[in-house]
């Protein structure tokens, strides 16, 4: 059974920076996509990136395109998420997720989720 657990959640000014890492164990991470999504109160889960088995295929809405930065280290079987120049309007609950299949934006192609990690930029 794949378990995943997100770290890193914190408090940042406007334009500071964090970094998530999502920590997989029952499994090998390199046999899975990673994605990472967020979701506000009251509204639906968002893409926010996912990377390919070896890292070779990544992909970013376009709201955090040159700001965040998805990344792996198969070999601690761990997925990351560096964020830089961080907005008010990225606060959210980040998940991390992972899949066999496709690198997607989808929610819904994803088989296992983490916790989610809780991300919170004052202005």
């Known amino acids: 059974q794949v378990h995943l657990v997100e770290s890193g959640a914190g408090l940042v000014q406007t334009g500071g920076s964090l970094r998530l890492s999502c920590a997989m164990s029952?499994?090998?991470?390199?046999?899975?996509?990673m994605g990472w999504f967020r979701q506000v109160p009251g509204k639906e889960r968002e893409f926010v990136a996912s990377?390919?088995?070896?890292?070779?295929?990544?992909d970013y809405t376009a709201s955090v395109k040159g700001r965040f930065t998805i990344y792996r280290d198969n070999a601690k079987n761990t997925a990351y998420l560096q964020m830089n120049s961080l907005k008010a309007e990225d606060t959210a609950v980040y998940y991390c997720?992972?899949?066999?299949?496709?690198?997607?934006?989808?929610?819904?192609?994803?088989?296992?989720w983490g916790q989610g990690t809780q991300v919170t930029v004052s202005s």
């Open positions: 990377i390919s088995w070896g890292g070779g295929t990544i």
């Open positions: 029952g499994r090998t991470l390199s046999m899975y996509v």
């Open positions: 997720a992972a899949n066999r299949g496709i690198l997607s934006s989808d929610e819904s192609d994803y088989d296992y």
